[in-house]
């Protein structure tokens, strides 16, 4: 049996482990503690040291042991909610959240305590509305599954304005709804209140090309490059923009880079880049083809003004 002060300094390894990323350290760590106590604060430390080492099915497996507090904790639905988003199982992971009642403005009235908060160690210490949170994947999941409308309608931007995740989602859903003007509106909320979080331009950018102001997304997405200049869709769609601009050059050049910032081996997500980049360099050869003849009768020409009796038969070919 652990004295109290070694459980309490085991769960501070697991808490250290967790900020320094060794999450295989953390889950040895808190696999003991929950074993120790029982607590169902340490199971869930346990179930979130799991996933966030992408054990999702190890962490379901750890939140379901506890089906009464799987019911009643937020926290423990959030969790496994999410685990079911990774795995892919929407369906699943519509049940896991439970319903909610939407009034015909699309705003979400949760049937418990919107007031329940809890501390978010994924990054620093801060507040967020956990029945903010709830929707917002609720919200994920019914988009995933092709049901726009839901999508729109279940905006936990109603519960937590600051939850600028959830702005995302909503402009996402305005975008696939053609609403560009709500759609801006959302990506800008996000970027006001995550400065320093580069995806609410990513968006903005792709919003300007869908209503073809190409200039205006080249800028947007040049300044988001700034803040974070490793992510390859960046490059992907400048390369595109560049496409649409008849830029050639530029737009391979933008394609390959996206190529070179792919962190791993090349999977069926990066397809899409591999045809965009086929198409530039076709296109950029036909160009070059149809310039070709301009620039020998150039060359000639300049030939012949420095020997006019040997490039005769180079005019002609030019020609």
Not at 41 to 46: G, P, R, S
Not at 94 to 100: N, Q, T
Not at 116 to 121: E, F, R
Not at 191 to 206: I, R
Request: aromatic letters at 10%; a negative charge; glycine letters at 4%.
């Amino acid at each position: 049996m652990m004295r109290e002060e070694e459980v309490e300094r085991l769960r501070g390894v697991v808490r250290d482990c967790v900020s320094k990323h060794l999450y295989s350290s953390a889950i040895f760590f808190a696999d003991k503690v929950a074993a120790a106590t029982g607590d169902y604060a340490d199971i869930y430390m346990q179930a979130q040291a799991f996933f966030l080492g992408r054990h999702y099915h190890r962490a379901l497996h750890v939140l379901k042991s506890s089906p009464h507090v799987l019911l009643q904790d937020l926290r423990f639905r959030d969790l496994a909610a999410k685990c079911l988003e990774e795995l892919k199982e929407w369906h699943q992971c519509l049940m896991m959240l439970g319903d909610a009642i939407v009034d015909e403005h699309g705003n979400v009235h949760a049937q418990t305590d919107n007031s329940a908060m809890y501390l978010d160690k994924d990054g620093e210490d801060h507040e967020i509305n956990i029945t903010a949170a709830i929707c917002f994947l609720r919200g994920k999941a019914y988009e995933a599954l092709e049901n726009r409308a839901q999508a729109q309608l279940c905006k936990s931007t109603s519960l937590d304005e600051t939850f600028a995740p959830a702005w995302i989602g909503s402009g996402n859903a305005h975008t696939a709804l053609q609403e560009a003007d709500q759609a801006m509106s959302a990506f800008r909320t996000a970027a006001h209140l995550f400065p320093g979080c580069h995806l609410p331009a990513l968006y903005m950018g792709m919003e300007c090309m869908q209503t073809h102001n190409f200039k205006l997304a080249e800028q947007v997405f040049l300044q988001a490059k700034a803040v974070c200049p490793f992510d390859p869709l960046f490059y992907n769609e400048l390369g595109v923009v560049a496409y649409h601009m008849k830029e050639y050059q530029k737009a391979v050049q933008w394609f390959e880079m996206t190529l070179d910032h792919v962190a791993s081996s090349l999977s069926d997500i990066w397809e899409p880049t591999l045809v965009n980049l086929a198409h530039a360099q076709r296109k950029l050869k036909i160009t070059l083809m149809l310039q070709l003849p301009i620039i020998t009768r150039f060359i000639c020409e300049e030939a012949a003004f420095c020997s006019p009796r040997v490039c005769p038969s180079g005019l002609d070919m030019a020609e």
